[in-house]
């Protein structure tokens, strides 16, 4: 079975910084894909970052990197020079490729950007 | 269309009463998920369509939630009997369901329909 765990409920980050929210996973399949979602108060679901399970290199999309560590199995969301705009809740979820497309999600992470 | 549109946006009703959810993929995108997100919660997933089929079910809670999609599209998720525990959002997500290690299958969210039975 998977699991995906996000241990921080709620973070604070001072605009203009660096934050990073932690997300470790639990799959016995060697293949799967990790995402970071964004969900603004409006609550739409916004795609942010892929990473593949074969991927050689972190996944980078503009201020976001995802600090993958197989080894580890975490895949943490890097956030660079936060804005007030990336407030939300952040949802961490992987896909197993060996069960269709279906993610399983983690319980996400509350972001809020003090001005 | 654009993206993916569900309806209604908001439902109120009674409880026991049975509610019908309407989902709108991306035009062309072969797969198609139902989540449900409680109040201040993760994501749940309920169930999952490729085409017309649904090879997953293992996430619908109990006998009262169906789900069915016609022509390849617009699939609809009905509870029967309402009760006070299905208040939730319902989300959508389609996505093109072809190769599946692939950045490119990403699933694209709609906007969620928010039940609330009283």
């Known amino acids: 079975a998977q699991k995906i765990t996000q241990t921080q409920p709620g973070m604070f980050v001072q605009e203009k910084e660096a934050v990073t929210l932690d997300c470790t996973y639990d799959?016995?399949?060697?293949?799967?894909?990790l995402f970071w979602y964004k969900q603004p108060s409006s609550g739409e679901m916004i795609f942010l970052i892929y990473q593949g399970s074969y991927d050689q290199q972190n996944a980078t999309e503009g201020r976001y990197s995802l600090n993958f560590q197989k080894a580890r199995k975490s895949a943490n969301l890097v956030i660079s020079a936060s804005q007030l705009g990336d407030s939300a809740m952040y949802f961490c979820a992987m896909r197993n490729n060996n069960a269709g497309n279906m993610l399983t999600f983690g319980g996400g992470t509350r972001l809020m950007v003090k001005p | 269309g654009a993206g993916v549109s569900q309806s209604p946006s908001n439902k109120v009703t009674e409880k026991g009463k049975d509610v019908e959810l309407r989902c709108d993929p991306i035009?062309?995108?072969?797969?198609l998920y139902w989540y449900r997100q409680s109040l201040g919660q993760g994501l749940e997933f309920l169930i999952y369509f490729q085409g017309n089929s649904a090879p997953d079910k293992s996430g619908l809670p109990s006998d009262r939630f169906s789900a069915e999609r016609t022509g390849g599209s617009v699939s609809t998720l009905t509870i029967q009997r309402t009760q006070q525990e299905d208040s939730a959002v319902y989300l959508c997500a389609s996505s093109p369901g072809t190769v599946l290690n692939s950045g490119a299958n990403v699933l694209t969210f709609g906007a969620g329909s928010r039940l609330t039975v009283l």
């Open positions: 799959t016995s399949d060697p293949s799967y894909g």
């Open positions: 035009s062309g995108h072969t797969a």
